[in-house]
């Protein structure tokens, strides 16, 4: 697997939204090979997994953490080697540095949750900051 590079984090006041990216360098986003996961991680805490979403035979499909459901949604590019996470309704406590990584198809991504520990190819993560 390649790498990718976040962008689109910042500064914004607590209501607000960012939109976020994530490009793929080395490898095609193809979600028939691999689940795609964006994370975070304040200060002080474990990285945890926000949202990820897989494609198999079986049919696919896209997980969130109960904090963000109903805010945040998950998107590909046009461009397969692209991701976006648009975060509505931002609150202090998504203060983070935000990641996002892949896993193998049929590892870390479930209609149940995310493993963290099945992802690789960080990036070097883009910080979100919401504070008034």
């Known amino acids: 697997q390649g790498q990718f590079v976040e962008s689109g984090g910042g500064l914004v006041q607590p209501g607000g939204s960012l939109s976020l990216s994530c490009e793929a360098s080395g490898f095609t986003l193809d979600l028939d090979y691999y689940a795609i996961g964006w994370f975070r991680q304040a200060p002080g805490k474990e990285r945890e997994g926000v949202v990820c979403m897989y494609s198999r035979v079986s049919g696919g499909a896209t997980y969130y953490i109960d904090s963000a459901k109903g805010r945040f949604t998950i998107t590909r590019g046009n461009a397969k080697n692209t991701v976006f996470l648009q975060m509505n309704s931002l609150k202090p406590e998504d203060t983070a540095v935000y990641y996002c990584?892949?896993?193998?198809?049929?590892?870390?991504?479930?209609?149940?949750?995310?493993?963290?520990?099945?992802?690789?190819?960080w990036g070097q993560g883009t910080q979100v900051t919401v504070s008034a």
């Open positions: 990584a892949a896993a193998d198809s049929g590892h870390g991504c479930y209609s149940h949750g995310i493993n963290k520990y099945d992802f690789d190819s």
